[in-house]
């Protein structure tokens, strides 16, 4: 059963008393509670970013000396049925 109540940082310690709660949820109020209350007082400011995003060109790709040699079969002169 989910219920939708308001949970008050500032005293960790009521709500350890009135729910259930698993050592990870133990851990995190813990984590709270060191916490100074001022760090969730603070709202954070909204700002705009702009963004300019430019079409990258698109190399010349050219083939190394070994890739040209890669790219042409060897056939000896010498075998049948070559």
């Known amino acids: 059963t989910s219920t939708d109540e308001t949970i008050d940082l500032s005293d960790p310690n009521s709500l350890l008393a009135t729910t ?3 050592d990870t949820d133990v851990s995190l109020l813990s984590w ?4 100074p209350t ?3 007082s603070c709202p954070f400011e ?8 430019d079409k990258f060109q698109k190399p010349i790709l050219e083939a190394t000396w070994a890739e040209h040699v ?4 060897f056939k000896p002169q010498t075998m049948f049925p070559f």
């Open 20 to 22: 259930r709660l698993s």
């Open 32 to 35: 709270l509670h060191a916490l």
């Open 38 to 40: 001022e760090t969730f």
């Open 46 to 53: 909204q700002k705009s970013l702009t963004l300019n995003i």
């Open 70 to 73: 890669l790219s042409t079969p």
